[in-house]
């Protein structure tokens, strides 16, 4: 039997594959589990702008605020409703077809799920920075800076993660919900943590 609906929060950044795996298992867990989501924007990039990391990764970096910049100007504009399908419609494109989410991977995305082409234009300003960085404050701010995403916060809990390589279905979803939230919710447990050695799977 399911208790009291538990409210979540989620942050993600659509650029990682992490987020987007955790994020399919959290609205499996939605399922089989008296949970509502409420989904939020953070950024890699502004994570990570005075990190020294990878040549590598600080390229791809460079492309990563453009998404997000739509995201966070198509919640202002429209709600916050309209986030998880705009998530959902880029991250398919990313993650499950490994497109690059340019401008026009972007404006597809946008026109799918019924929201102005226009948005797209938002990828090369900055008018709602300040708006991103305060979204992604609020889920990072209670993890702590050594982390990324995806965050999770729930009834005074939050924490990175969890990452996984493959998505979890059904009743093991809500296995894995429910292991979670117990460890969250001690307040001396900090990481548990072992090498990955699974390629990612997105379907």
């Given amino acids: 039997m399911m208790g009291p609906m538990t409210r979540a929060d989620f942050w993600f950044d659509p650029l990682c594959p992490f987020a987007w795996i955790t994020s399919r298992w959290v609205l499996e867990v939605e399922e089989v589990r008296d949970v509502e989501v409420t989904w939020h924007v953070m950024s890699l990039a502004y994570l990570n702008a005075d990190k020294d990391v990878s040549d590598d990764y600080r390229a791809m970096l460079d492309d990563a ?5 739509v995201c966070i100007a198509a919640e202002e504009a429209h709600g916050k409703d309209v986030l998880l399908p705009l998530y959902t419609a880029l991250g398919t494109r990313r993650h499950n077809e490994q497109r690059d989410l340019d401008r026009a ?3 597809e995305a946008l026109e799918e799920v019924g929201l102005p082409v226009a948005l797209a234009e938002m990828m090369d300003s900055t008018e709602h920075d300040e708006d991103l960085k305060a979204s992604h404050h609020r889920g990072i701010d209670q993890v702590g800076e050594e982390v990324g995403t995806p ?3 729930l009834e005074g809990a939050a924490f990175f993660g969890p990452v996984l390589t493959r998505i979890p279905r ?3 979803a809500g296995k894995v919900w429910d292991g979670a939230v117990a460890l969250a919710g001690y307040p001396y447990f900090f990481e548990l943590k072992r090498s990955r050695d699974a390629d990612l799977v997105f379907d």
Avoid: N, S, W
């Fill in 65 to 69: 605020c453009g998404p997000v910049r």
């Fill in 151 to 153: 965050v999770i916060a």
């Fill in 105 to 107: 991977t972007v404006e």
């Fill in 170 to 172: 059904g009743e093991e």
